[in-house]
């Protein structure tokens, strides 16, 4: 929600050096597939931890000024932060649909969209209600997202679900 903010008013990074960024900042969505097919003999809820835990260090390395100073270390702690992203919104839906009954797998894909929108929502209004009357201090937030994404990751780790398969006889 405050990435171009942060990018303008920490960085000093305009909307012309902007666009320079979408290529390293959207490249690790293509890799995201290359790290998953890489990643295939591994069950999807730890993909999905691996993706929570490089978003975690990506986001926390932003919100580090000596880590992240400089257009160099901007650029490789967005491409870490989002290939960590862009693995987690693949996995999401297998996660979804190996948990569901399968009369219910639209549903539940239905519900877990709503919910990523909902809770998408929820943040803007924290960001914003919280920037207008208690703080507005980037690092504070991207290091307390970090966290999360961080708790999120070490929780995905302790799931033992029989729900998801392992593809070890997969060819």
């Known amino acids: 929600v405050v990435f171009n ?7 000093g990074i305009s909307g012309g050096q902007r666009s320079f960024l979408e290529l390293p900042r959207e490249l690790p ?3 995201s597939l290359l790290a998953i097919s890489i990643l295939f003999f591994i069950r999807e809820i730890h993909i999905a931890a691996l993706g929570m835990l490089l978003l975690a260090v990506g986001i926390a390395a932003l919100g580090v000024p000596a880590l992240s100073s400089g257009f160099g270390g901007v650029i490789v702690w967005i491409m870490v932060g989002s290939l960590g992203m862009h693995i987690l919104m693949v996995v999401v839906d297998a996660m979804v649909l190996h948990t569901a009954v399968p009369e219910n797998r639209s549903l539940r894909l239905g519900q877990m969209r709503g919910f990523i929108t909902a809770a998408g929502l929820c943040g803007a209004l924290v960001v914003s209600v919280s920037w207008k009357f208690i703080n507005k201090d980037f690092n504070f937030y991207f290091l307390t997202v970090a966290g999360v994404c961080l708790i999120s990751g070490l929780l995905f780790l302790l799931i033992r679900s029989t729900h998801f398969p392992t593809h070890r006889n997969w060819r």
């Open 5 to 11: 903010n942060y990018l303008e008013e920490v960085h």
């Open 29 to 31: 969505g293509i890799l």
